[in-house]
């Protein structure tokens, strides 16, 4: 059974950091390309960052270029995303995304970027 755990969300100031983690299970995340997705009130769920499976390189959506960082730890099957310079516009509910079938999604975890 394919299930996937966010957490590592809060609130932060402008220019804080947080970094969220998710925690994969029924499958090995080092054999499919994962993704980090936002949805933030009002508005579309958006790409922010992806990870190939293999070879190929990270890619990211304009917005978050400089500031996230996503990383893949192999041991443990956890994929994260570093997120530095946090923006009052940064703030929305984050997604982990396996993309292999029809797609598998975690349940989200709360970012706030507030002063």
Request: hydrophobic share 30%; charged share 15%; glycine share 12%.
């Amino acid at each position: 059974q394919v299930q996937l755990v966010e957490s590592g969300g809060g609130s932060v100031q402008p220019g804080g950091s947080l970094r969220l983690s998710c925690a994969a299970s029924g499958f090995v995340i080092s054999r499919y390309a994962m993704s980090w997705y936002r949805q933030a009130p009002g508005k579309e769920r958006e790409l922010v960052a992806d990870i190939p499976y293999v070879g190929g390189s990270t890619n990211y959506a304009d917005s978050v270029k400089g500031r996230f960082t996503i990383s893949q730890d192999n041991a443990y099957n956890t994929v994260s995303l570093q997120m530095n310079s946090l923006k009052p516009e940064d703030t929305a509910v984050y997604y982990c995304k396996a993309k292999f079938g029809t797609g598998y999604w975690g349940q989200g975890t709360q970012v706030t970027v507030s002063s």
